[in-house]
C-alpha cells in the first residue's frame, strides 16, 4: 500500500471504469488513509476511524465495480452484500453480523491462499515421496529379506526409475487407491431448515464434532492423486493458528464490505409485510459501521476499523431518509453521475476488459477474426443510450445486451468459419438491432 498514493490508485482504476472520478477520489482517499493510520503512534492509531463512503447513483453507472476493483489493488478481504438480504434481529433470515463472519472466511481463504504458496515446494516434495510410496510399497513380493543391501539398491533404483517418469508426466494417467477424508454431510431437519449462513459459530463448532470426517478409500489418476495429496500436505505444512490470527488482523485493519441498494432500507414508517423491519436492520447495521465485536467461529472480530461502502439508487428516497445516527458513521457522500454517449464509447474503447476486447478474444478461439469499426462503437453506444431513454436506465450494462444481440448470428456461426474474417461495422449494427429498436415495446423484453 505504501506504493500506492491516491493518484496511482485512480490511474489504477482508470483502466477498468469510465468517468466517476470524484468517487475513485474518495475512495483512494480513504485507502490512503488507513495506511497513514498504521503510521501514528499505537495510542492514536486507535482513536482513527475509517472514512465510510455512502455513494449515491442510478444502476449501471460504476460503484459495485470500482470497490471491486479496490479491494483486489490493494489486496483486502472484500465482500458485497445487497441491504435487502438482511431482517432485523428476531425475524427468521440472515442477521447483519453474518457479513462480518463472511468477511472473515473471506480472509482466512486468502491467508490461506499465500500460505500455501510459501510451503509449495516443500509440500510438492511431500506429495512425490507419497505417490512413491503408493507405486513402490514396502514389503512386494519382489523385495528381498531385511537387510538384504542389494535387494534395497534394487529398491532404491526403480525408485528413482518412478520418481524420473512422475516429473516427466508420463504416469498421470495410471490409477493408485487414496485414502480420502469426507465431511459427513448434515441429516434430518438440519439439512433441509438451516442454512450455513444462519448457523452460529458456536453451532457450526458443535456439528463438525457432531459429524466427524469419514475415511474413503478411492482409486485416482495421479494426476487427480496429485491436487489431493498437495491440500493434505499443505494443511499439515501450514500452522493454522497463525493463518486465523492474520486472517483476523487482515479482516479488522483491511477489510471492506460493500452494501449495495441501501435505498431500499428507507421507507416510511406505515410501511406494512416483509418493509417492517427496515428501520431495524438500519439499527442492527449501526453498531458494526460504528465499532462492534462480532463472534465469529475463528474468535472475536472487532469492526471498528473496517471500511464500509454502501451505495444505493436513491431514486425515491434520499440519504437524509436514513438513520441520522447511520448518516452520521457514513461521513463522505459521492454523487456519481448518468452515463452519456460519449461514457458508453469510451467504455466499449478503453478499459483493458472492454466488451469489444473480450468479443475479439472469444471469437478468435474459433479461429473467427473480427474488427470493430468506429462507425460500429459509435452506433452501439448510440443505441444503447436511446434504449436506455425510452425504457429502463440500467446503465452500462445496456452495452452488454446490444452487444450480445450484435454478436448472435457469429457466435452461433463462428465454429464453422475458421480462418474467415468479419469487420462489423456501423451498418451491420443497424441491420442486426434496427427491427428491434422501431418497436419499443419488443425493445423492453430484448434490449
Known amino acids: ?15 477498468y471504469i469510465i468517468g466517476q472520478a470524484d468517487a475513485k477520489r474518495a475512495v483512494a482517499i480513504a485507502i490512503r488513509n488507513r495506511w497513514r493510520r498504521q503510521q501514528l503512534p499505537e495510542s492514536m492509531r486507535e482513536e482513527v476511524g475509517p472514512k465510510n463512503i455512502l455513494m449515491i447513483g442510478p444502476t449501471g453507472v460504476g460503484k459495485t465495480e470500482i470497490a471491486r476493483r479496490l479491494a483486489s489493488l490493494v489486496n483486502a478481504p472484500f465482500l458485497k452484500v445487497e441491504a435487502t438480504k438482511f431482517t432485523e434481529v428476531g425475524y427468521m ?15 482466512l481463504q486468502m491467508v490461506q491462499k499465500e500460505q500455501r504458496e510459501v510451503v509449495r515446494e516443500s509440500a510438492e516434495q511431500a506429495v512425490e515421496e507419497r505417490l512413491l510410496n503408493e507405486l513402490l510399497p514396502r514389503g512386494g513380493a519382489d523385495e528381498g529379506p531385511a537387510g538384504d543391501d542389494e535387494a534395497e539398491s534394487r529398491r532404491q533404483r526403480t525408485r528413482d526409475k518412478f520418481r524420473t517418469q512422475l516429473r516427466a508426466g508420463e504416469m498421470e494417467d495410471k490409477l493408485i487407491q487414496l485414502r480420502v477424508e469426507q465431511k459427513a454431510p448434515p441429516m434430518g431437519m438440519l439439512a433441509t431448515t438451516i442454512g450455513p449462513d444462519q448457523i452460529g459459530p458456536e453451532l457450526q463448532d458443535f456439528m463438525d464434532r457432531l459429524m466427524p470426517s469419514q475415511q474413503k478409500d478411492r482409486k485416482v489418476p495421479i494426476r487427480e492423486a496429485r491436487k489431493i495429496l498437495f491440500d493434505e500436505e499443505c494443511e499439515k505444512l501450514i500452522d493454522r493458528e497463525k493463518a486465523i490470527e ?49 463472534n465469529t467461529r475463528y474468535g472475536a472480530v472487532k469492526t471498528d476499523h473496517i471500511l464500509f461502502v454502501a451505495a444505493g439508487a436513491f431514486h425515491t428516497a434520499r ?22 454517449r460519449d461514457d458508453f464509447i469510451r467504455i466499449l474503447r478503453e478499459p483493458q476488459n472492454a466488451l469489444t476486447k473480450q468479443q475479439i478474444a472469444l471469437m478468435g478461439t474459433e479461429g473467427l477474426k473480427i ?21 429502463e436506465n440500467i446503465g452500462a450494462r445496456r452495452l452488454q ?27 451491420y449494427v443497424r441491420d442486426r438491432l434496427s427491427s428491434i429498436v422501431r418497436d419499443q415495446d419488443l425493445s423492453k423484453f430484448i434490449l
Open 371 to 391: 474488427t470493430f469499426t468506429e462507425d460500429a462503437i459509435d452506433t452501439i453506444a448510440e443505441i444503447a443510450v436511446e434504449v436506455n431513454r425510452t425504457t
Open 246 to 294: 492474520m486472517a483476523i488482523h487482515r479482516t479488522e485493519n483491511g477489510g471492506i464490505v460493500f452494501i449495495d441498494e441501501m435505498d431500499k432500507l428507507c421507507g416510511g414508517k406505515s410501511q406494512q409485510g416483509p418493509d417492517v423491519s427496515r428501520q431495524g436492520v438500519q439499527r442492527d447495521m449501526l453498531p458494526l459501521i460504528e465499532g462492534t465485536t462480532v
Open 319 to 340: 440519504p437524509s431518509d436514513l438513520m441520522p445516527e447511520l448518516q452520521g458513521r457514513l461521513p463522505i457522500r459521492v454523487e456519481l453521475n448518468d452515463l452519456t
Open 401 to 427: 445486451t446490444v452487444m450480445e444481440k450484435v454478436m448472435e448470428s457469429l457466435s452461433f456461426e463462428a465454429p464453422e468459419r475458421p480462418g474467415d474474417s468479419v469487420t462489423i461495422d456501423g451498418a
Open 1 to 15: 500500500m505504501t506504493e500506492l498514493p491516491p493518484r496511482k490508485i485512480v490511474e489504477a482504476l482508470d483502466k
Open 93 to 107: 433470515g440472515r442477521d447483519v453480523d453474518s457479513m462480518i463472519r463472511d468477511l472473515m472466511e473471506f480472509a
